[in-house]
T-cell receptor
Framework: DQQVKQNSPSLSVQEGRISILNCDYT??????FLWYKKYPAEGPTFLIS?????DKNEDGRFTVFLNKSAKHLSLHIVPSQPGDSAVYFC???????????FGQGTTLQVKP | DTEVTQTPKHLVMGMTNKKSLKCEQH?????MYWYKQKAKKPPELMFV???????INESVPSRFSPECPNSSLLNLHLHALQPEDSALYLC?????????????????FGNGTRLTVT
């Protein structure tokens, strides 16, 4: 049973445009959501997170939106840059555990 | 540069070998984690250590044996592995007290050890 889902395996956008990566979850007990970026041959790098008590968190070009009723979150990157090309993982945690559950990942390609 | 350092970067071992993966962090984090990532799959949790004590074991086979000698070091001892254990092994740390993830306590990952079992 996949509790965190990223239904788009890949996304391609033009440099300067907006990239929108989506993530759905099934466990209503999740209260902490994170986005990680991963380059080949490197570990995941933390990008941005959001608590379940908020619906938006912004950090520079990155904004995460949370819709609790729909159990959906998204990551917006504006403007997109070629260096943003990587695999993006959505992750969630909750129920007072040390477990971080990852989605399958979305490969973002930003074309110059 | 990552603040979580993992060695070696690559490891090839036979099924009868014994080897160890090492992880070090100097961020003062008291929670450390081992994750396993197969190709084109998300990272999967194996173990969580909090204050140098094992707090979570995700039903990992005993051929994987974790060890936390002190708050900065985390080892993963490998013995009698199978070819299907070939994967990227990721270490992470977190400032989360007790290893329980809360807002503003994200996991910080190392670059991993690429393990191949022949």
């Amino acid at each position: 049973d996949q509790q965190v889902k990223q239904n788009s395996p890949s996304l391609s956008v033009q440099e300067g445009r907006i990239s929108i990566l989506n993530c759905d979850y099934t466990n209503s007990m999740f209260d902490y959501f994170l986005w990680y970026k991963k380059y080949p041959a490197e570990g995941p790098t933390f990008l941005i997170s959001i608590s379940s008590i908020k619906d938006k968190n912004e950090d520079g070009r990155f904004t995460v939106f949370l819709n609790k009723s729909a159990k959906h979150l998204s990551l917006h990157i504006v403007p997109s840059q070629p260096g943003d090309s990587a695999v993006y993982f959505c992750a969630a945690s909750g129920e007072g555990t040390g477990k971080l559950i990852f989605g399958q990942g979305t490969t973002l390609q930003v074309k110059p | 540069d990552t603040e979580v350092t993992q060695t070696p970067k690559h490891l090839v071992m036979g099924m009868t070998n014994k080897k160890s993966l090492k992880c070090e962090q100097h961020m003062g984090h008291r929670a450390m984690y081992w994750y396993k990532q197969k190709a084109k799959k998300p990272p999967e949790l194996m173990f969580v250590y909090s204050y140098e004590k094992l707090s979570i074991n995700e039903s990992v086979p005993s051929r994987f044996s974790p060890e936390c000698p002190n708050s900065s070091l985390l080892n993963l001892h490998l013995h009698a592995l199978q070819p299907e254990d070939s994967a990227l092994y990721l270490c992470a740390s977190s400032p989360a007290p007790g290893g329980i993830l809360k807002y503003n306590s994200p996991l910080h990952f190392g670059n991993g050890t690429r393990l191949t079992v022949t």
